[in-house]
């Protein structure tokens, strides 16, 4: 049953644009021939012992990282990302998300910045930066896929 999920998830990414077709058939075959898979989304290898929706959650909430050491919540999403995105389409589909929306919530909050009356709006980019955040990490968490709102689409 998992695999037809990950099918239609996949079909979907192809018909947005968001895939190419070489890679669509790539992870279609992935998919297709993982037959001895538990349904981890790791080819029976976990990482770090979790399961697949707890490593997406993860990778969502792991931009709070920022917060104990600078930079941090840009640098552990895209290593996690980098480190798996050839291995899971939905590590490779959260990540260019989780990227997209860092790139694009930074570039808002700089652009408001900029002026007396952006600075406020600045502040509610922000906290609305943690809902999506927190949003995106319980779904995630469900095997849901959230595309954070007004997200630019840098890569896809």
Do not use: C
């Amino acid at each position: 049953m998992m695999k037809y999920e990950d099918l239609k998830i996949l079909d979907e990414l192809r018909e947005k644009g968001s895939i190419s077709e070489e890679e669509y058939q790539r992870e279609k075959a992935k998919i297709l021939n993982d037959e001895g898979s538990t349904g981890g989304g790791f080819n029976g290898k976990p990482l770090f012992g979790m399961n697949e929706n707890s490593y997406l959650m993860l990778m969502h909430l792991s931009q709070f990282a920022g917060i104990i050491i600078p930079l941090a919540g840009f640098v552990v999403p895209v290593l996690m990302w980098i480190t798996n995105k050839e291995t899971n389409v939905k590590v490779d589909m959260h990540g260019k998300n989780i990227l997209n929306f860092m790139i694009s919530y930074v570039l808002y909050a700089a652009v408001l910045s900029i002026t007396v009356i952006g600075i406020p709006l600045a502040v509610l980019v922000g906290l609305l930066y943690v809902v999506f955040v927190i949003l995106a990490s319980v779904k995630a968490n469900n095997g849901e896929y959230w595309k954070y709102p007004f997200t630019i689409q840098f890569i896809k």
